[in-house]
């Protein structure tokens, strides 16, 4: 069954190269990235880990945590860690759960038929602390991500989660942002102060801060 934004991410157990976890209660009262790599021991989930890693602090500053998951071994999890580190220049500093009976694949729907073969594909949830589902991406086996883009989708959802604003096109964290049309010109006096009016329906203000 695929999940969709608003629902309740799926709770599990399960053992990860940092021990065994709850998934909710490993979560805590952050936010979480859940993603899937296809396999252990392959090229583009090894670069795909390292860069996790090197953007470690950056979850961090954004309270949330990562954990990865593929449908190997505990074990294999951990020898393949060592080239991450040797070839990426960080060591997985995050936990990666092991999902050889794909409990957690099939309760997140990331495995895809198409893909022609058992393993998953590149899926990213981003969990908010109620644990509801904020944002998926699915990515083919072939397409390593961008996560940078996904700190930005964080940084949009955690803003826009506390304000009655939206994120246009590209944007990023300290640009200006866009009024809901749900607030009425003098609402949004009240709340944001001075506004530019592009069109009518399109108000862009300073991103709150606070
Ligand atoms: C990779 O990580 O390079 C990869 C894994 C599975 C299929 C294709 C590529």
Same mark, same amino acid.
């Given at each position: ?13 399960? !053992? ?8 909710? !209660?490993?979560?805590?009262?952050? &936010?979480?990235?859940? *993603? ?29 945590? +990562?954990?990865?998951?593929? +449908? ?7 020898? &393949? ?39 998953? +594909?590149?899926?990213? *949830? ?20 961008? *996560? ?27 640009? !200006? ?17 001075? *506004? ?15």
């Amino acid at each position: 069954m695929s999940l969709h934004l608003g629902d309740t991410a799926p709770d599990f157990e399960a !053992d990860t190269t940092e021990g065994r976890i709850n998934f909710h !209660d490993w979560i805590g009262d952050g &936010w979480a990235v859940l *993603f899937s790599h296809p396999a252990d021991f392959t090229p583009v989930c090894t670069t795909e880990l390292g860069e996790t890693a090197r953007l470690k602090d950056e979850f961090a500053k954004r309270q949330c945590k +990562v954990i990865a998951v593929s +449908v190997d071994s505990v074990e294999d999890h951990k020898a &393949w860690s060592g080239d991450i580190e040797e070839t990426q220049g960080h060591a997985v500093n995050f936990p990666i759960i092991g999902d050889e009976n794909r409990k957690v694949a099939q309760l997140y729907d990331m495995l895809h038929p198409g893909e022609d073969d058992s393993s998953t +594909v590149r899926s990213v *949830f981003l969990i908010d602390p109620n644990k509801k589902v904020r944002m998926t991406l699915t990515y083919p086996k072939s397409a390593g991500r961008n *996560f940078d883009e996904i700190l930005r989708a964080l940084d949009s959802i955690r803003l826009t989660a506390k304000h009655q604003v939206a994120t246009p096109a590209q944007w990023k964290q300290g640009e !200006d942002v866009i009024i809901t049309p749900a607030i009425s010109d003098e609402d949004a006096r009240q709340r944001f102060g001075e *506004f530019e009016q592009v069109l009518p329906y399109l108000r862009k203000t300073k991103a709150p801060t606070a």
